[in-house]
């Protein structure tokens, strides 16, 4: 399983990215996929998912913020982030979820940082 991350970069508050996530193989052929992100001295936390049925989820502190969407036929997963503030600054990476007989197998792509500037 193979996830290229893409889209981090350094922005102003209240200012936007979009941030990128193709997995290999069907997209469908994961439960979900999904941003974390992890700012320095914290703990992963989860942005953001959607699951293959196309249901999402947010953390509380991006809804009304962020949307996650995806591209089918493009294998990808993008994070579209508003209103961004200097909390949001942190190391974004996605996660691919997938369950089988074996239990939940997760995997994750390589982080992509995403700086808010006051």
């Keep these: 399983?193979?996830?290229?991350?893409?889209?981090?970069?350094?922005?102003?508050?209240?200012?936007?990215?979009r941030l990128s996530c193709t997995v290999s193989g069907s997209i469908f052929s994961y439960n979900a996929v999904g941003w974390y992100r992890q700012a320095p001295?914290?703990?992963?936390?989860l942005v953001s998912d959607i699951t293959s049925f196309g249901s999402t989820n947010y953390a509380d502190s991006v809804k009304g913020r962020f949307t996650i969407s995806r591209d089918n036929a493009k294998n990808t997963v993008y994070l579209q982030m508003n209103s961004l503030k200097p909390e949001d600054t942190a190391v974004?990476?996605?996660?691919?979820?997938?369950r089988s007989w074996l239990g939940?197998?997760?995997?994750?792509?390589?982080?992509?940082?995403?700086?808010?500037?006051?």
């Design 104 to 118: 939940d197998l997760t995997y994750w792509g390589q982080g992509t940082q995403v700086t808010v500037s006051s």
């Design 41 to 45: 001295g914290k703990q992963r936390e």
């Design 92 to 98: 974004y990476y996605c996660n691919v979820l997938r």
């Design 1 to 17: 399983v193979q996830l290229q991350a893409s889209g981090g970069g350094l922005v102003h508050s209240g200012g936007s990215l």
